[in-house]
């Protein structure tokens, strides 16, 4: 699967260099404006004209670094010796989660389609390559502060994949209204396995706890509303847009709903050249049910310490590169978050993009 993502990688790479040369031969005028699409991180923003297609990729790097609980900050001695463990009682687990979790790294390459059968409607593909990485400190024994030692869980493949309409819901000379509507298909595992390092210096191999799983293991509703304004040298858009879970999956347990609200505003610097800034509202809820086979003194195995509330900032550039093409970036940090915890904190995202519409 490494191999298989360093190839999409090249692949992406090889489509890049042929769109910045095609920006020399473009006339004035015969461009869309870069703000016509919200920044890069924002999904399902905008609608094409009847019989257009588009294919995008964007790269994303969610980085975690550090624990909270609730709002404040929490060191690995303190979990490790004062939070407890919810499997407490059953053999061999011990009262308090002797396994902290520091840092986290996630890589998302995101492969998008849209085609607009008619003016009003707007079909849309995204399928999820997903590379996880966790590190971890493993505490001694059943209590104390004495650190055994440190290990590293990877995970890596497919996610869920997604399916959404956009349906034009009003149009007026500087503004359109559209509704997002669709549904997300379990392809992504929820049976993810790697090494760890146990309290009593045991290294077992065993089924990841929820956050290193590819995929939700449900199918979901994809729901959502978006307005967009655009003025001379400035833009705007809000969006709302939810992902319900429909189903328990076949491990006997359901992740939580996310909820997003976005606002942003962008001005042309030039031409061809955005800028935006971005406010998200995220809401995530905690996992219904349990897995039987995800089990430990660990955060990541309580189903009670998955929900998670955060307003990131995001800043991006959109650029038109020639005909159809487009690159953008966009940088997230948050700056605020409420985590139902111990629970490891988002530290920033990274999101490039190259999208062709033609
Ligand atoms: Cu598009």
């Not at 502060?145 to 007026?172: A, C, I, P, Q």
């Not at 800034?277 to 809401?283: A, C, K, P, S």
């Amino acid at each position: 699967m490494k191999l298989f993502i360093k190839r999409m990688a090249a692949f992406a790479a090889c489509l890049l260099v042929p769109a910045l040369s095609l920006a020399d031969h473009t006339e004035p005028g015969e461009h869309p404006r870069p703000d016509d699409h919200a920044p890069i991180g924002v999904m399902g923003d905008h609608v094409h004209k009847a019989g257009e297609w588009m294919f995008s990729y964007r790269f994303m790097r969610m980085t975690m670094s550090g624990n909270r609980d609730g709002t404040d900050s929490i060191s690995p001695d303190d979990i490790a010796t004062t939070a407890p463990n919810r499997f407490f009682g059953m053999p061999g687990q011990p009262p308090t989660l002797r396994i902290v979790p520091t840092e986290m790294t996630m890589d998302m390459h995101m492969f998008g389609a849209m085609y607009a059968p008619t003016d009003g409607v707007t079909l849309m593909l995204m399928v999820n390559v997903l590379d996880n990485e966790m590190d971890h400190i493993t505490f001694a024994g059943g209590m104390g502060s004495e650190r055994l030692g440190t290990f590293t869980t990877r995970s890596s493949g497919f996610g869920d994949t997604r399916l959404s309409g956009l349906f034009t819901l009003n149009e007026t000379r500087n503004g359109r209204l559209h509704a997002i509507l669709g549904i997300e298909a379990p392809t992504g595992s929820t049976s993810e396995r790697d090494t760890i390092l146990t309290p009593m210096g045991m290294r077992p191999e065993v089924r990841l706890p929820y956050p290193m799983q590819l995929g939700s293991g449900s199918w979901s509703a994809v729901l959502g509303l978006n307005q967009s304004w655009s003025w001379d040298r400035f833009s705007a858009g809000a969006q709302w847009q939810s992902l319900i879970r429909l189903n328990e999956n076949g491990d006997d347990y359901t992740r939580g709903d996310e909820h997003r609200l976005n606002l942003w505003g962008a001005w042309r610097l030039a031409d061809r050249v955005s800028a935006s800034v971005r406010l998200e509202g995220f809401q995530r809820g905690n996992t219904d049910g349990q897995d039987p086979m995800i089990m430990g003194p660990v955060q990541t195995a309580d189903p009670d310490r998955h929900r998670a509330r955060r307003v990131d900032l995001g800043l991006g550039l959109n650029v038109v590169v020639g005909k159809g093409h487009r690159l953008a970036l966009e940088w997230v940090k948050p700056v605020y978050q409420n985590l139902d915890g111990p629970q490891l904190e988002v530290d920033s995202n990274l999101v490039l993009g190259w999208q062709y519409a033609f």
